[in-house]
Every structure is written in structure tokens, then in C-alpha cells.
């Protein structure tokens, strides 16, 4: 089987020294244990930190050590009461060909379901739009929605659920075409191009323009340029979801100015509440989830968009295309 390693950790941007192709021998389950063949491997911003040895939420990779993701596939071999080998199942088996995990490391699949799915739309990315949009943003009919990386699991959940309930959402995105996606495919009612502005300042003025009467929940996905642009045009008694920071997970652009006093008095003056979460944190509402977000699916009221790349030797520049917003849609890797 083949499996890609972390070769080194990067001091700043990851490259595609930072990670190793390997040959090792196929596992073989022990009690209680199944063999997996992977067909579909997710690759999630996330993975970006897990390189970093920082103190986190979670343990980093460790050099030499298979990449951590999320993956589908079939099971070939098992030595638990549970799976049997054609079943399709779920597990955060790695980058690599086969894994190996415990049974209950792993959760099987409707096989009428497309397998992906379990990857992005009704996978953890969409739980974690689900989580962060109900539990943090609390969205009332009526209301201004913001959330930028809009086309991607995370920021398309959140706008189509948003949608759903009846709020204005405004997407962010990178480039014509994704912000096309944004209103055409996902029903968001405007997307704003962040490339098309330098400053900060100027991309405010884009969104204030799609959001007349301000901004009562900002989702934010990306950090950087975008929240600096967003933050002022939140209305009293914001809610911001604070999921991701992409724009500095390989270290941050900061700027010339200490702005953390302005920022800071800005969410008092606006009695604004930030709540950052981690979704593994969250794991016992996932079949709520499901619940309400597997028949929006069914029926196509929620939409996706996948962007699989193939091979699983293509990985490595697979993510790091993503990291630079290089993916369309839920990125996969289709493993030959
Ligand atoms: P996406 O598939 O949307 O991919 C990331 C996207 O981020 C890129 O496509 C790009 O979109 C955007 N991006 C990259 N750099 C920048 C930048 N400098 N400024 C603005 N946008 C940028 O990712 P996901 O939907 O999987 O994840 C979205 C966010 O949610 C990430 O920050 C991720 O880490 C976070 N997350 C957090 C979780 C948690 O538990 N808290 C769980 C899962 C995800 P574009 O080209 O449109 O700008």
C-alpha cells in the first residue's frame, strides 16, 4: 500500500518538500479491527495545522507519521462483528491507500448515499456550518448574513441554511467565477470578490453595498483582509462564529498598525459575541445534523460541489493548491 508521510515541518508556507510518498506492507486487521481499500480521501484546511508542532486543539502530525484525513471506502477484510467485507465505510484512515481502525473508529454507510458526501456536504465540514450557524449564529428571518470561502463545505452550508431561514446572505469569494457559483448554484443573494480589492477598506465598501442594513452574523472562515473589512459593519448585538482563520494559517500578512484597541472597542460598543469552536468538540449533535440537513440533501434544497483530484501521489499539491483557494467546491482525492 502506499501512504504520504510528513517528511519536515515548515517554517511558514508548506511545500512540497514537506511531505513524502511511501511504500509499506498492507496491514492485516486484529480482533476487533477492519481493513479498509480507500476509494475518496478528503483534504480539509485543518491538515495545514496538524504539520505545525504548536500548542492546538489537537496533537500534531508527527515526522515520519502518515497525514491525518478523513476517508471513505470499501471494507476488504474485517475481524469485527459489524462489518464485512463490500460494506462502505467512514474512518479517519490517512492519506493513503488502505487503513486499518478499530470498528468503532469507524461508521458505515448507506451505500445509496453517495460515498463523498460523508466527506463534505453531510460529513464533518457541513456539520461544522450546521453547528456554527444554529448553535453560534442563532439567524433570525430578516437578518444579514457574511461568510466568506462561500463556495467551499463550510462557507456553502452556512449560506444555503441561512438562505433556508429566511436572511440575506452575502458570500465573499475568490474570483469571478466563484462568486457566480455563489449566487447561481448556492442561492446566496451577492458575493463579493475579495481578490478584486486591495485594501481592506475598499472591499468594506463592496460588502456595506450588499448589506444595506449591516451585519448581524458574520461566519468567520478566513481571517486577514475579510474581517478586517467586515467588523465595522457589524450591527449591535452581532454574532460571530469564529470557525476558521485560513488567511493565516501560514503565518500571518499583520499589519503595520496595532488595530487590536480598535478592534477590541468595537466589540463593545457592539456588544458583539465571538465564540470560536472546534466541531470534534460537537460530535454528539451530529445525528441532528442529519436529521435536518440529510433531506434538504435528498431533495436538493441544499446543494454541493465537489472538486476531486485523482491519485493519491497528487495529494500534496492537491492541498496546497486549496490552502490557496485553488479548489472549486469540497476538495477530494479520488484514490486509483
Ligand atoms: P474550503 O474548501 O472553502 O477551502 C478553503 C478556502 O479558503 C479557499 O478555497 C479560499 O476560498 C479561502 N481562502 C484561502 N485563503 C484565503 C484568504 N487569504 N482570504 C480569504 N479567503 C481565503 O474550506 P472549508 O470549507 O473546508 O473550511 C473553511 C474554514 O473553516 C477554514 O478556515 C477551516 O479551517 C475552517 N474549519 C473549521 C472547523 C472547526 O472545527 N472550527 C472545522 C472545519 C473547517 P476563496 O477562493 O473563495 O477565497
Not at 69 to 79: D, F, K, Q, R, T
Request: charged share 20%; hydrophobic share 45%.
Amino acid at each position: 500500500m502506499k501512504q504520504v508521510v510528513l517528511a519536515s515541518r515548515p517554517a511558514g508556507a508548506a511545500g512540497l518538500e514537506h511531505f513524502r510518498l511511501e511504500e509499506v506492507a498492507i496491514p492485516t486487521p486484529a480482533d476487533g479491527e477492519v481493513l479498509v481499500r480507500i476509494t475518496h480521501m478528503s483534504l480539509d484546511p485543518y491538515m495545514r495545522g496538524r504539520m505545525d508542532d504548536a500548542k492546538s486543539y489537537a496533537t500534531p502530525v508527527a515526522v515520519g507519521a502518515t497525514m491525518e484525513a478523513g476517508a471513505v471506502g470499501e471494507v476488504i477484510a474485517s475481524n469485527a462483528p459489524g462489518f464485512a467485507p463490500g460494506d462502505t465505510a467512514f474512518g479517519m484512515l490517512g492519506w493513503a491507500t488502505h487503513g486499518c481502525l478499530p470498528a468503532t473508529h469507524l461508521r458505515k454507510l448507506d451505500p445509496s448515499i453517495p460515498a463523498t458526501t460523508a466527506l463534505g456536504v453531510m460529513g464533518m465540514p457541513g456539520f461544522t456550518g450546521w453547528y456554527g450557524l444554529t448553535e453560534i449564529g442563532k439567524p433570525k428571518a430578516g437578518e444579514t448574513l457574511v461568510v466568506a470561502a462561500a463556495t467551499g463545505p463550510v462557507g456553502s452550508m452556512v449560506g444555503q441554511l441561512a438562505k433556508l431561514r429566511g436572511l440575506r446572505v452575502v458570500g465573499i469569494a475568490g474570483g469571478a467565477d466563484k462568486c457566480k457559483q455563489a449566487v447561481e448554484t448556492f442561492g446566496f443573494d451577492a458575493c463579493v470578490d475579495h481578490r478584486a480589492y486591495d485594501t481592506a477598506r475598499d472591499l468594506r465598501k463592496a460588502i456595506a453595498a450588499e448589506a444595506p442594513d449591516g451585519v448581524d452574523i458574520y461566519f468567520e472562515n478566513v481571517g486577514g483582509k475579510v474581517l478586517e473589512a467586515t467588523l465595522p459593519l457589524m450591527n449591535t448585538f452581532g454574532r460571530i462564529p469564529l470557525c476558521g482563520m485560513i488567511a493565516w494559517y501560514e503565518g500571518a500578512e499583520t499589519s503595520a498598525t496595532d488595530q487590536l484597541p480598535r478592534v477590541w472597542r468595537n466589540v463593545l460598543v457592539n456588544r458583539l459575541c465571538i465564540n470560536g469552536f472546534i466541531i470534534s468538540d460537537h460530535f454528539d449533535r451530529f445525528p441532528d445534523f442529519l436529521k435536518e440537513v440529510a433531506p434538504h440533501v435528498a431533495d436538493g434544497s441544499i446543494t454541493y460541489l465537489e472538486d476531486v483530484a485523482e491519485g493519491l501521489e497528487n495529494a500534496p499539491e492537491t492541498f496546497l493548491r486549496m490552502l490557496k483557494g485553488g479548489n472549486k467546491g469540497k476538495q477530494i482525492v479520488k484514490i486509483s
